[in-house]
Nanobody
Framework: QVQLVESGGGLVQAGGSLRVSCVAS????????MGWYRQAPRKQRELVAT???????KYADSVKGRFTISRDNAKNTVYLQMNLLKSEDTAAYYC????????????????WGQGTQVTVSS
């Protein structure tokens, strides 16, 4: 029983900023990599950014320099700070986490949040 809940989406003008959050809860022993993905209507879901448990980050080229992913391990939370937003950033944003649910296990289980909508008006 692991749940990921995103929040913070909304409508923002082009050039503006928004921060989305994702909180993981439930039967969690530890969390490895976390990430943000997005999916626009009639398009495939794509990776936006990832962050490891030691704060190593990677970004899609389309958001590099504009978005920042971070995490608070004490709160089981991952954030995505989005600056200089463009209309092409409009999508449902989903968080993902690799979770060890039970002590003694040697693998991660991947979980997804329900998504939060980000709409950028031009």
């Amino acid at each position: 029983q692991v749940q990921l809940v995103e929040s913070g989406g909304g409508l923002v003008q082009a050039g503006g900023s928004l921060r989305v959050s994702c909180v993981a809860s439930g039967s969690i022993v530890s969390i490895g990599d976390m990430g943000w993905y997005r999916q626009a209507p009639r398009k495939q879901r794509e990776l936006v950014a990832t962050i490891t448990s030691s704060d190593q980050t990677k970004y899609a080229d389309s958001v590099k320099g504009r978005f920042t992913i971070s995490r608070d391990n004490a709160k089981n939370t991952v954030y995505l700070q989005m600056n200089l937003l463009k209309s092409e950033d409009t999508a449902a944003y989903y968080c993902n986490a690799k979770v060890i649910r039970s002590s003694g296990t040697q693998w991660y289980t991947s979980y997804w949040g329900q998504g939060t909508q980000v709409t950028v008006s031009s």
